[in-house]
């Protein structure tokens, strides 16, 4: 039996008749957009909790919070868009076999990684809610500092999701484009890489 996902099996996934799916993949990122909301809402609700703050002010802030959700859901097709762009221009000047759908939806149904790693990260998010000072100059410190440099948890995690959604992604665009593996590994996990450590 085919596998259902790419996760663990890519080669099955993505040499079934009906892979890669466009529709399959804008889904996945529909759900991985939701969950990062969720995620981050979570995450923004818990600290300013934490945090001395007058009644105006967390005012203020409940306000902000709810405001960067429409632009961190439209951020994930963006991103999506952007990445497939990116990975089809690669995948035309080494004679990619077919159009940039089948490269965007192979980008798309490779989040399916990130999906199963969410629990991590939320694990992770955890974490650092609790080590949030409560004196407000503080706490906005760390916040900048956290924003800025991930540590712990969620860097190893967001390592291994480089890693995991790259291999998942090179064996689909190498089976879909007919492109040799090496190249799609190359491309595929070395922008990966790239994003993670300039990010």
Known sequence: MSPRTPILDPYGYFRRENRPSLKIAAGVLTLEAVLTSVIVWWFLKRT???????AAEREAVGSAISGIFPALFAAVFFGW???????HAFMWFAGAERGFGHT???VGEASMVSIALMPLVLGGFILVVGRVPSDPNTASEFIRQTANQQTGVLLIVGFIRVLWVGVVQAVGLS?????TLGRT???AVGLGL???LLG
């Open 48 to 54: 300013f909790a934490q945090i001395d703050l007058s």
């Open 81 to 87: 868009v952007l990445a497939g762009a990116i990975f």
């Open 104 to 106: 965007l939806a192979v």
């Open 175 to 179: 089976e879909v484009h007919d492109i």
């Open 185 to 187: 590994v190359l491309m």
């Open 194 to 196: 790239l994003g993670f």
